[in-house]
Structures are given as structure tokens and as C-alpha cells.
């Protein structure tokens, strides 16, 4: 089985700052990785995923992530945030070929002007 | 042009009572899923459904029946609610031939039970 582990519930930043918000994950057999974004109020978003080949994965408004392998993880950064990235946001991973998709328990990113 | 929605947005219901949600997508795709997402915002599949057929049914209390009427809806409907069904249900929808099976999620539905 699969799981996903979100080692900050929280991640205060100011304005401009960068950030990283930390994914660990764990599976005997090849995976896909996701990052899900949640504004408030709202649905899942997908941010970027990560499926085979270079493992630093753009995404969508500026958000990007890198995959690796021998530590197992999958953190998202972004340089610089904005008071619009205020929002929770999920790891989630899948084994390839089947459906079900595991999440994290979320990390609550907060801006601060 | 929303591409899963879901009605209502907010439920809120006696304890005891019976609810139903709907999702629909506009997709073409031919998996359909519904997740709870609790108090902690941890989010956890309930069920999925492919083509019309149920394929995961994770551990859910019996009083919760999913319902595919075609591969575009897939409903559920809660008898007896509980103050623990309390949460946000989320449906996702996607398409397995991708080989990611990337999911694309509805808006949500608010469920409060007094």
C-alpha cells in the first residue's frame, strides 16, 4: 500500500519570501506523484505532477517540485509567493495503473504581507 | 462549462435523516469518484465507479449508497445521517486510458448534520 506523509500542517511565510512545502512518501512499487492545491472555500486544483523522466516538475502559477527517489520525496517550492498562493495544499500519490489516489493530511501555507 | 459539478453546495440536516448528493462531469470520462474530506481537511476515497461500476469501496458504512445512473453521474445517498458524517464530500471524475489518470475534482459539498 501507499502513503503519503506531509511532515508541516502549517508553513507561515511573508510576502516575496520563497517556500517549501515537504512530502515524503512511501511505496514498494513505481508511483505517480501529484500536488493538489485547496483555496479556500473551493475544490482541488492540480498543481503539477510528476510521472517519469526529469525529475524537477513545473507547474501552474509559478510552483514547482522536485522528485527523489532514494529519500522518497516530493517537496513543491516556489521563489517567491504571493498573498493569492494563501491556500492548503496537498501531496498525493498513485501506483501506476491503478486508481485509487492517497493523499497527505495537507499543509496549510499562510502569506503574511 | 464547469467540468464536475456537484448539487447542493451546503446540506444542512437533522440527525437520522436522508440525503442525497449529486455529481455530474462534462468530461467524457469514465471514472467517477467520491471523497470525505473531515474536520482536519484529511481527504479519503469512499468510492469509485467506472463505467457505471462500482470498483473501489473502501471501508464506508453500509448507509451510504453510491448510485451511477450513467458514466457522466454518479450520486450518493446517505440514510440515517450521523453528526460524524459531518464533512466536505468531494466527487472527481477521470479517465483511465491516461496514464496518469490524472483527477479533476468538483466544487465540494458542504454537509452539516445537527
Known sequence: AQSV?????QVPVFEEAPVELRCNYSSSVSVYLFWYVQYPNQGLQLLLKYLSGSTLVKGINGFEA????SQTSFHLRKPSVHISDTAEYFCAVKRKGAQKLVFGQGTRLTINP | DTAVSQTPKYLVTQM???KSIKCEQNLGHDTMYWYKQDSKK??????????????????????FSPKSPDKAH???????LELGDSAV??????????????????????????
Open chain 2, 42 to 63: 484529511f481527504l479519503k476515497i469512499m468510492f469509485s465507479y467506472n463505467n457505471k461500476e462500482l470498483i473501489i469501496n473502501e471501508t464506508v458504512p453500509n448507509r
Open chain 1, 5 to 9: 506523509t506531509q511532515l508541516d500542517s
Open chain 1, 66 to 69: 522536485e522528485f527523489n527517489k
Open chain 2, 89 to 114: 464530500y468531494f466527487c472527481a471524475s477521470s479517465q483511465p486510458r491516461d496514464a496518469d489518470n490524472e483527477q479533476f475534482f468538483g466544487p465540494g459539498t458542504r454537509l452539516t448534520v445537527l
Open chain 2, 16 to 18: 437520522g435523516n436522508d
Open chain 2, 74 to 80: 454518479l450520486n450518493l445517498h446517505i440514510n440515517s
